[in-house]
């Protein structure tokens, strides 16, 4: 997975609460990204980062809010979690800087809200 | 809307087949395009770049593109069991300096022993 974690793997939680998914990599690529994952929907992008402290929406912001305080570390949080959240979620990384184009996908997390 | 339209599928083929999927995009000012392979509860996982008009080959795997039709395909060459996965198409417009990425909604293939 190109140097990419994601916690947690899998959550369960109410509808309400808070949750805060975690993705960290070790390759120093300068974009990271949030996706959701949805059947019929294909991949939706969430949020992404250009940057330390740079970040800018997607096609599904709504809902969703994002922090990135380290180049290793992109958060995303949702503030207070509803049923049309539960999906699965992914996150990727990529490096134009570097004249590559790719981007990379972490393992993603499960997220049901009951 | 950007958008990027494949065939959801499924398309079926016989194990050692050739097994085509294509893919059609709305931007005409995309640049970058990648097929991503997916099983079934796992992440995508990049198969195949293409940046430029023609065909780009690794291994079994070739991928197509053709700007002026806005069309790109993937073929898979002696297509086996474990190439049954989803097969998602992608494509970053690259305008005005950001590198979002559009994806389609994938094809699913099922090789068939």
């Known amino acids: 997975d190109a140097g990419i974690t994601q916690s947690p793997r899998h959550k369960v939680t109410e509808t309400g609460t808070p949750v805060t998914l975690r993705c960290h990599q070790t390759?120093?690529?300068?974009?990271m990204y949030w996706y959701r994952q949805d059947p019929g929907h294909g991949l939706r992008l969430i949020h992404y980062s250009y940057g330390v402290k740079d970040t800018d929406k997607g096609e599904v912001s709504d809902g969703y809010s994002v922090s990135r305080s380290k180049t290793e570390d992109f958060l995303l949080t949702l503030e207070s979690a509803t049923s049309s959240q539960t999906s699965v979620y992914f996150c990727a990384i990529s490096d134009p800087g570097q004249a590559s184009y790719e981007q990379y996908f972490g393992p993603g997390t499960r997220l049901t809200v009951t | 809307q950007k958008e990027v339209e494949q065939n959801s599928g499924p398309l079926s083929v016989p194990e050692g087949a050739i097994a085509s999927l294509n893919c059609t995009y709305s931007?005409?000012?995309?640049?970058?395009f990648f097929w991503y392979r997916q099983y079934s509860g796992k992440s995508p996982e990049l198969i195949m770049s293409i940046y430029s008009n023609g065909d780009q080959e690794d291994g079994r795997f070739t991928a197509q593109l053709n700007k002026a039709s806005q069309y790109v395909s993937l073929l898979i060459r002696d297509s086996q069991p474990s190439d049954s996965a989803t097969y998602l198409c992608?494509?970053?417009?690259?305008?005005?300096?950001?590198?979002?990425?559009?994806f389609g909604t994938g094809t699913r293939l099922k090789v068939l022993a």
């Open positions: 992608a494509v970053s417009p690259t305008t005005s300096g950001t590198y979002k990425y559009i």
């Open positions: 390759e120093n690529h300068r974009y």
């Open positions: 931007d005409r000012g995309s640049q970058s």
